[in-house]
């Protein structure tokens, strides 16, 4: 049975110390306590690099430009009502502290500990490209 295509673009946010951004999903919402890469739904008349500008400003406080993310990879999941697919970027050049703006917890990783975090099935097959990439 086929299921809806949901389109979500995530971003891997990578400090000065090589550590990414992890970001630990609220209570009340899907998939609530699991630790996943920050991004949202891509909305009707923005591309997955438009998502992320605007998701990062809104949870995390920050500014970037569509030219600071980077496609890397992407995650092709099937979960009970629908289909995910989420392109992933890495983004290094930001303005701002990151922080969690919507009540959000929010922890920098090192991308050897990235599996110690229990993240939604979608986002752990995109550890290892992080692994060679860091």
Not at 76 to 84: A, P, Q, V
Not at 90 to 114: F, H, M, N, S, T
């Amino acid at each position: 049975m086929s299921h809806p295509i949901l389109l979500v673009a995530a971003c891997a946010l990578i400090d000065t110390d090589n550590r990414i951004l992890l970001s630990k999903r609220p209570e009340g919402k899907a998939l609530a306590g699991l630790w996943e890469f920050p991004g949202g739904k891509v909305e009707a008349g923005e591309t997955p690099e438009e998502t992320l500008v605007r998701e990062l400003r809104e949870e995390l406080g920050i500014e970037t430009k569509v030219p600071c993310l980077a496609p890397l990879t992407f995650a092709s999941h099937t979960y009970e009502t629908f289909h995910l697919l989420m392109p992933l970027y890495v983004c290094r050049r930001y303005d701002g502290i990151p922080r969690g703006a919507e009540g959000q917890e929010i922890k920098w990783v090192r991308a050897a500990q990235l599996r110690d975090y229990p993240m939604p099935p979608a986002d752990e097959p995109l550890i290892p490209f992080l692994h060679d990439l860091l």
